[in-house]
């Protein structure tokens, strides 16, 4: 399905982040948007909030976070595309209903304009230091898929990924991105509509009275029940079965999990998008996500004219972690390096796929600013040695 | 890669924001460069001093803040004074010259005043005194092209005050143009 024309500001145009994160939403058919203002997101929902009289959507402005991601899910669950912005405070406010949207399998997009933390921290500054919260934040045990844009041009094109990804998948999605990429304004190219393709949600071909909300085709994903058309469409954050009745069973509670986790252990090599440059034969490999995988590029060139062996990896998903690549790069390579606006998050899954086969090293950062390209020279020349 | 580091300065409500991003929309979408625009947006950005910064490259800019500024765009003498030392020795200085008094820059530094806000009352409002600075800046540093500069400004600024902005731009243009012909710039 290609995207509407109307919906689509094709051209080239000078963008932050922000606006063109709320454009990208736009173009992906999402017509609804519940968000409670917080700096360094606001931008989005000020965006959406303009452009959605123009173009077809409903723009509330809930009273906190935990309705907002209450309010994506439910207009999700009656057919709408829907998407929530916030930052780290909100974030944590959404963790519950976010865990929610998990269980209940609801399609949606939720940005996080990560700023420094904890709490309030520095709420007009860059931080990535959300990305374990975006890994484990809500309870109980499940899997995400996040994405992290380097620019607002990514910003545009990896929101209407991770539409596309959550109607694939059936699931929430996360773009992290951060104050620096959100408030960097850069010029951002918008294609024509027929050259942006969606995903289309996935409903039942079964009539009603056949059909189940859990009941999944061979890929492991069940089709959603339209509303309004006589299907019964019960779903609940409880233990379910295919029903979408709760079921307070051992045997019901694996069948439930299992399937969450599986649709997207299923598909890493589907979801996981990995950018790699001259990384065959290296002997350092550097990898960050997001800014920081901007930012490394100078430190990178620098140390490869010096004739270093260094390549890089770009991981434009974070989350599910490239686990196999990383297993397979630790067994050829001296070092592996993550640069991440953080002290050490994203890290500690790197190093811990590595296994002690190759040596690990952290190039963290407190927040506030992106790193300087020195830092990041420095811990290449010492990853060599 | 030539990449020129632009730090642009004034108080809250100068339209210190604006002016940097005409010019890196400008560089990236009317002239064949690649620019980014950052600002500052703590409690610092409301009010009194309000700075943003714009670095303008024939390639992708990669690390977007400004580390040794070759450019300063000043309309406050507070904004040139935070920033001033944080520029490099052969730096160029484009200031507003009722509201900044530019301290020595040394013999590599050149430094180009120009009186902005007079200019911008006389053509009907002080507020577009930002794009007579613009209209300076680019007739002075020759960093991106006199039409790009123009097409920027006419695609940027508020419905139904293109004319009077385009005035300023031209006014502000002609200043530095007259400068240049008095030999009173090197370029």
Not at chain 1, 72 to 82: D, E, R, V
Not at chain 1, 188 to 210: C, N, S, W
Not at chain 1, 359 to 375: A, I, Q, S
């Amino acid at each position: 399905m290609k995207a509407d024309p109307n919906r689509v500001l094709t051209g080239s145009h000078y963008l932050d982040g922000n606006h063109a994160c709320a454009e990208g939403a736009i173009a992906a058919g999402c017509t609804f948007f519940g968000g409670y203002p917080i700096t360094p997101s606001t931008e989005i929902a000020e965006r959406v909030s303009r452009r959605f009289p123009k173009v077809g959507g409903v723009f509330i402005q809930m009273e906190d976070e935990l309705a907002s991601m209450a309010a994506i899910l439910g207009a999700s669950s009656g057919g709408a595309k829907t998407m929530s912005c916030t930052s780290g405070p909100g974030f944590s406010l959404m963790m519950e209903n976010f865990g929610l949207g998990i269980m209940l399998e609801t399609p949606c997009v939720l940005v996080n304009v990560q700023r420094g933390g904890p709490s309030t921290g520095l709420p007009t500054l860059p931080g990535q230091a959300d990305m374990m919260q975006a890994r484990w934040g809500s309870h109980g045990d499940y899997e995400v898929i996040a994405l992290a844009p380097d620019s607002p041009q990514e910003s545009f094109e990896l929101t209407i990924h991770a539409f596309n990804l959550s109607e694939k998948y059936r699931m929430p999605v996360l773009i992290m991105t951060d104050e620096c990429v959100g408030h960097m304004t850069e010029k951002v190219v918008i294609p024509p509509a027929d050259q942006i393709e969606l995903v289309e949600r996935k409903y039942t071909k079964k009539k009603p009275g056949e059909a189940w909300p859990y009941d999944p085709d061979d890929d492991g994903i069940s089709p959603l029940l339209p509303v309004g058309k006589g299907y019964k469409f019960h779903i609940t954050g409880l233990t379910h079965d295919e029903r979408g009745y709760p079921v307070i069973t051992a045997k019901a509670h694996e069948w439930n999990v299992k399937r969450l986790m599986d649709k997207v252990n299923d598909h890493v090599d589907d979801i996981i998008w990995l950018e790699e440059q001259d990384v065959d034969g290296a002997e350092v490999v550097v990898m960050a996500y997001g800014i920081s995988s901007r930012v490394m590029q100078p430190a990178i060139s620098r140390a490869r004219k010096e004739g270093i062996k260094v390549g890089q990896i770009k991981m434009v998903t974070v989350w599910p972690f490239p686990e196999k690549r990383v297993r397979e790069l630790a067994a050829k390579v001296k070092s592996l390096v993550m640069v991440e606006m953080n002290l050490g998050q994203v890290f500690l899954e790197m190093d811990r796929c590595a296994a002690g086969k190759c040596r690990t090293h952290l190039v963290g950062h407190f927040g506030g600013t992106v790193h300087k390209p020195d830092e990041i020279y420095d811990a290449i020349k010492e990853a060599v040695k | 890669m030539a990449t020129t580091e632009i730090r642009i300065t004034g108080f809250g409500g100068q339209g210190v924001i604006l002016l940097g991003y005409i010019i890196g929309k400008a560089a990236s979408i009317f002239s064949d460069q690649h620019a980014t625009l950052t600002q500052s947006f703590g409690p610092e950005a409301r009010g009194s001093a309000c700075s943003a910064q714009v670095l303008v490259s024939d390639s992708r800019v990669l690390y977007p803040y400004v580390t040794a500024p070759q450019l300063m765009l000043a309309m406050s003498h507070d904004g040139y004074a935070t920033h001033k030392d944080s520029m490099i020795e052969e730096c160029t200085v484009v200031y507003e010259e009722d509201l900044v008094k530019p301290f020595d820059h040394g013999p590599k530094a050149k430094t180009y005043g120009i009186p902005a806000t007079r200019f911008a009352e006389e053509l009907g409002h002080k507020i577009v005194l930002n794009i007579v600075m613009l209209g300076f800046f680019g007739a002075v540093t020759g960093l991106i092209p006199h039409d790009a500069l123009r097409q920027a400004v006419e695609t940027s600024v508020p419905g139904g005050t293109e004319e009077l902005n385009l005035k300023a731009f031209d006014k502000g243009f002609e200043y530095g143009m007259e400068l240049k012909e008095k030999g009173e710039v090197k370029v």
